[in-house]
């Protein structure tokens, strides 16, 4: 696909053009990959397959088929983020994983998988919308600015949103993937609980149900990561090895007005726990050169399909947690990864 055919019916904005390059070395003095000033506008995805933008430019490929770039990052424009997430996907919620946040100047390496993209957001709301969750980022991670500019709720349009890439010579590379992310769906609460693992039956969630036994009607069952990232461990400088001892809480989601002893009358053929919370301790490897916050990403998994609620019909997406048995013990299932912050 060439760049004007790609470019031709997508409505374009400006974004900040030379904040952000790919270098193959750590002194981040050559770098033959950059941004253009050009934008598909909040929250929709750019995503590049990792192959088709970095072979043949000296850059070090990683583990796993991907490659190892570092991250040329100059000041980002007040109230204001540059993220990086990696895998990437449109049928991604917030267009895939974050593994980078920055808001100052930095030189960073990266680990990209196959597929990845570039987005810049705009304010608390925002930059929390991109990467799924209402908590992740607040004022004290935009530094450069002051708590008074970063009002909730404002999107600057003409920044924010997934950007393309470019080579030196102005060249711009297309991307494999543009248009938006499939939308959030609707999650509730985590409870909280001292225990390692717990399992939610309490009376609350049993009252007297509004949907029929057993009208699930499945189209489809399906694995996918949950739409939040929980930070479990901050300030993590590579090389070298960290104890993670952060609870990780993960609850069920549904995509429909229904509670959760509804979606238990339904009978969907696997077990629905309403929350699920793994304090086991474990060890992460930081390499050299990385350092940030450690990110976990729970595994769901899900069925979509439609049933009988007070005698009409419903249908939409449930999901509940993911676990593995791991030494005798039962824990989420998930990613964890570095999500580098400046």
Not at 21 to 49: A, H, M, R, W
Not at 93 to 119: D, N, R, T
Not at 216 to 234: C, G, H, K, L, M
């Amino acid at each position: 696909m060439g760049a004007l055919a790609f470019l031709s019916g997508v409505a374009l904005v400006q974004a900040q053009e030379d904040v952000f390059k790919f270098c193959p070395e750590s002194t981040c003095g050559d770098c033959p990959v950059g941004l253009t000033s050009q934008g598909t506008g909040f929250p929709n995805c750019v995503i590049y397959n990792s192959d088709d933008v970095f072979p043949g430019l000296g850059f070090t490929g990683s583990e796993g088929g991907g490659w190892k770039p570092y991250l040329d990052v100059a000041q980002p424009d007040p109230n204001c983020k540059t993220l990086v997430k990696s895998p990437a996907s449109t049928s991604e919620v917030g267009c895939g994983y974050l593994i980078a946040a920055f808001s100052q100047p930095v030189c960073a390496v990266v680990e990209l998988e196959l597929s990845f993209m570039v987005q810049f957001c705009c304010g608390i709301d925002e930059c929390n919308e991109a990467v799924g969750s209402s908590s992740a980022f607040s004022a004290a991670d935009f530094p450069a600015s002051s708590s008074s500019s970063l009002s909730t709720g404002k999107r600057i349009s003409t920044l924010s949103g997934g950007v393309l890439l470019k080579y030196p010579n102005g060249t711009v590379i297309p991307p494999a993937e543009m248009g938006p992310p499939p939308a959030v769906k609707k999650r509730s609460s985590p409870r909280n609980s001292n225990s390692r693992v717990t399992r939610l039956r309490n009376r609350s969630t049993l009252h007297k149900r509004d949907c029929e036994e057993g009208s699930w009607n499945q189209q489809e069952e399906y694995t996918r990561p949950a739409d939040n990232t929980q930070i479990v461990s901050r300030n993590a400088v590579g090389p070298g090895t960290i104890e993670i001892t952060a609870s990780r809480t993960q609850s069920y989601t549904t995509s429909m007005n229904i509670g959760f002893a509804d979606i238990l009358s339904f009978g969907l053929g696997f077990e629905v726990q309403e929350s699920f919370t793994d304090s086991t301790a474990f060890s992460f490897t930081l390499e050299e050169g990385q350092s940030g916050n450690v990110g976990f990403t729970a595994f769901l998994r899900c069925t979509r399909g439609s049933g009988r609620c007070n005698d009409g019909d419903v249908e939409g997406e449930i999901c509940t947690p993911l676990t593995v048995e791991q030494g005798g013990q039962t824990i989420l299932d998930g990613k964890y990864a570095v999500v580098i912050d400046s």
